[in-house]
């Protein structure tokens, strides 16, 4: 496959290196590459075909089939030229696949069919509709006006302006995540920041939730506590815990063995901090596992979740690690489930804890990587599904760092785990009910929320009207190494690595 660096700021799907700032965004591999450009060259030949410029071919929901078709013809011709590699699972034949029309490509009614949820009779068993999303993990970064450049923060791309409150902010993230995408409840997720003023606090969660009703999305936005017990003395960041649970109305707890000096799960910190998340009447526990450093192993998810089976494990990112090849799982031995997701299948199943137990893996930035390596997303979606069951994965996508969620959503609906891949390795197929329960029904239900009462007053026809009339914010998040590590120099001043 030929390298080329296009002018691809079109592309539904931003194919540029691209991070939420707790991991290096990886480089451009071939792959991506090579359909970047067929994209680009193809979407001339049909935006001519329609009578459109090129640029507003790619925002229409024909340009998403384009990609996502065009992404899986080259990761099928990838996986034919690597061929057979017994170590990760590689068997010559594509693993994962986006499956669309090829009149999808050029016509925006059938591609907009295609890329809609199949009925799903799990949905309707609950009354919910088949287009019901929600997601566990979303961010922004409030500022005053004008208070913080693009130069402060280190990671803002240019494209969003040199003012971060513009682009990072709450009308930023109610207009990516609420209105221009179909996620219909979202939960606002605690960052590992000491800032003060801090950009993400449980004040700014409040104003954001807020601001979400104002517009019509009543009941839509649930937000998180953070705990740092290890930052400062553990009495103190209790009694902290305790002062939040009691003045704010807080869905989960959001935690980072990272921050501070590193603490696990199941060490007698991370005891004190499960044993005050059940005594403050909360039971679900949100903690950062994969992307970033060392003290992120989700090596003590097992033993933790054995130790106190009345409390939910949500799991963000599931243990992925981005320089990481994702295979077959390959058991739980010592030193053989040491890399990526196989650390959280293998401390799991080590404690005794499987399908439909207390841990919750969930896909946030995971998929947004996967989504670029279709053979490794069967692998990961496969085992993660096998090891805990399809009512225990959860949907988040870490927006607004990767510019609206919709593109995650439209790719997720696309893709299927390939009949070999299912044959050869004991996947599930991705049926249209295993995506409803992951695209939100499992969240649902752990959160309790109704899916069939919770709604927006902006339609599914509306937010897609709003995706093609208008461009929005483009994603925020570090597109450099150096960009990621200021970021994490930033939120960290702790950690050094």
Not at 293 to 308: F, I, Q, R
Not at 403 to 412: L, M, T
Not at 428 to 450: F, M, Q, S
Request: hydrophobic residues 40%; proline residues 8%; charged residues 20%.
């Amino acid at each position: 496959m030929r390298q080329r660096e296009p002018d691809d700021s079109g592309i539904p799907i931003a194919f540029h290196p691209l991070s939420n700032g707790e991991y290096a965004p990886p480089p451009r591999s071939e792959l991506i590459h090579e359909t970047a450009r067929r994209v680009l060259d193809t979407a001339d030949t049909n935006a001519r075909r329609v009578g459109v410029s090129r640029r507003d071919f790619l925002r229409t929901s024909a340009g998403m089939a384009l990609t996502l078709a065009t992404l899986a013809a080259c990761s099928k011709q990838q996986s034919a030229s690597t061929g057979p590699d017994p170590t990760t699972g590689t068997t010559g034949r594509p693993g994962g696949t986006f499956t669309l029309p090829p009149e999808s490509t050029i016509e925006s009614s059938v591609a907009t069919t295609s890329l809609a949820p199949a009925a799903s009779t799990t949905a309707s068993a609950v009354g919910a509709s088949a287009d019901f999303v929600m997601d566990v993990q979303t961010h922004l970064l409030e500022y005053a006006p004008g208070s913080v450049t693009a130069v402060d923060i280190g990671f803002i791309q240019a494209s969003c302006g040199p003012d971060a409150s513009q682009c990072m902010g709450i009308d930023a993230w109610l207009d990516l995540v609420l209105a221009a995408s179909d996620t219909t409840v979202t939960v606002i997720s605690a960052i590992p920041t000491v800032a003060d003023p801090d950009p993400l606090s449980i004040e700014v969660m409040e104003r954001a939730r807020r601001a979400a009703d104002e517009v019509g999305c009543s009941d839509r936005v649930l937000i998180q506590g953070h705990a740092t017990p290890t930052l400062g003395a553990l009495p103190a960041a209790l009694e902290a815990m305790a002062d939040v649970a009691a003045n704010h109305d807080i869905a989960a707890w959001k935690a980072y063995t990272h921050e501070g000096p590193p603490w696990r799960l199941d060490d007698e910190t991370g005891t004190a901090f499960c044993n005050q998340v059940r005594t403050l009447g909360q039971s679900i526990i949100c903690v950062h596992k994969g992307l970033g450093p060392a003290a992120a192993s989700p090596s003590d998810v097992g033993p933790a979740a054995a130790l106190h089976p009345d409390l939910t494990f949500c799991i963000y990112h599931s243990g992925f690690e981005t320089t990481v090849t994702e295979g077959r799982y390959p058991g739980a031995v010592e030193g053989a489930a040491s890399r990526g997701v196989d650390r959280l299948i293998a401390s799991c199943e080590t404690a005794g804890i499987g399908t439909g137990g207390n841990v919750y893996p969930e896909l946030g930035s995971t998929w947004w990587n996967l989504i670029q390596r279709p053979d490794e997303a069967a692998h990961v979606l496969g085992k993660l599904l096998v090891a805990f069951g399809d009512d225990n994965l959860l949907w988040g996508t870490d927006s607004i760092w990767y510019g609206s969620p919709q593109p995650q959503i439209d790719a997720f609906r696309a893709f299927e785990i390939t009949p070999e891949y299912q044959e050869t390795f004991g996947y599930p197929a991705l049926t249209a009910d295993v995506k409803a329960k992951i695209l939100g029904l499992n969240a649902a239900r752990l959160y309790g929320i109704d899916p069939a009462t919770t709604k927006c007053s902006l339609s599914a026809a509306d937010r897609q009207g709003m995706r093609a009339e208008r461009p929005l914010p483009q994603p925020a998040g570090a597109t450099t190494p150096a960009a990621a590590r200021a970021l994490f120099a930033a939120d960290h001043p702790w950690f050094r690595r």
